[in-house]
């Protein structure tokens, strides 16, 4: 947690990518909190090498994501 955001960050050798979610209370009964990307940041050393975090990169303006407290 950074700044009331959850902050990912996936790294190899040639790449980094870096996920900000803002958490809020969710207003649904099954879920703790909803959450919004609020930034995203990808960054590719040599473009010529296979990249494993484009595709995940690329997907986050289609996904949805949801915590559940168990």
């Given at each position: ?28 009964d099954f ?10 940041k990808f960054?590719i050393e ?25």
């Amino acid at each position: 947690m950074k700044n009331d955001k959850l902050v990912t960050q996936f790294e190899n050798e040639n790449e980094y990518l870096e996920i900000d979610f803002i958490l809020k209370e969710s207003d649904k009964d099954f879920r703790e909190y909803s959450v919004e990307i609020s930034d995203s940041k990808f960054e590719i050393e040599d473009s010529k090498h296979v990249s494993n975090l484009r595709g995940i990169y690329e997907k986050l303006q289609h996904s949805h994501f949801e915590f559940i407290e168990r």
